[in-house]
């Protein structure tokens, strides 16, 4: 279900297009499942991130898996070591298993797609095989375009990803808003003339792009 907000001023909305980041944004419990997931393999509830985001290692590797240079399956099996976890198969799989949808966020994306918007997702990668995390969340037909870092070549904040997704959608960047869950990956957007959208919860973020679209999404009882 969807409506129409009117703009305060009565002026027409400037906005054409909404990129959407995937996780943190389309997704609901990252880090409950991530954390909930280490204490079963009696690691430091932590470990998964710290390890992804500082080990130098394990930092190459996830920065591999995300321009597509190295599998989801070689990145599972080699991490799994770092951690000094016995079973590298389906790794990224087995600890995204207990991530859910952003029911709400996922409402208003087809909401705003539906009063004709055109909706992208805008995704650096974790692998697409043997774990499908867009696939497990269920957004595979939410978008107009879809740009996934691994397929590309290249992956955010790097400033030619933005543009491809921008030269997909077939608008300029001052006609879009993009919502995304890392500061660090906003500026590159703004120097588009893309308006940016920090999320830092789904509530708040999914309010915000509702006054700025001016379309509300109500999610099934």
Not at 20 to 47: K, N, Y
Not at 115 to 144: K, Q
Request: aromatic share 6%; with cysteine.
């Amino acid at each position: 279900m969807r409506q129409t907000i009117p703009a305060a001023n009565g002026l027409p909305r400037p906005f054409r297009g909404l990129v959407l980041d995937f996780a943190g944004v389309l997704t609901d419990g990252v880090h409950r499942a991530h954390e909930a997931w280490c204490a079963d393999q009696g690691l430091a509830p932590d470990a998964w991130r710290k390890t992804l985001n500082t080990h130098p290692e394990a930092r190459c590797h996830y920065q591999a898996l995300e321009v597509g240079t190295m599998s989801q399956a070689e990145f599972n099996q080699l991490t799994a070591t770092i951690l000094g976890v016995n079973d590298g198969n389906n790794l990224m799989g087995r600890v995204w298993s207990a991530v859910r949808p952003a029911a709400r966020m996922i409402a208003f994306a087809r909401a705003a797609r539906t009063a004709g918007y055109t909706v992208a997702m805008l995704s650096n990668s974790f692998g697409l095989d043997p774990y499908d995390p867009y696939h497990h969340i269920g957004v595979r037909d939410l978008f107009d375009v879809t740009v996934i870092s691994e397929l590309e070549g290249v992956a955010k904040p790097d400033p030619v990803i933005y543009q491809l997704t921008l030269e997909r959608m077939g608008l300029p960047g001052s006609t879009c808003v993009f919502v995304d869950d890392h500061a660090a990956n906003l500026p590159p957007a703004q120097a588009l003339g893309i308006t940016t959208v920090l999320a830092t919860g789904e509530d708040a973020t999914v309010t915000q792009l509702e006054s700025l679209l001016g379309v509300r999404a109500v999610c099934a009882a």
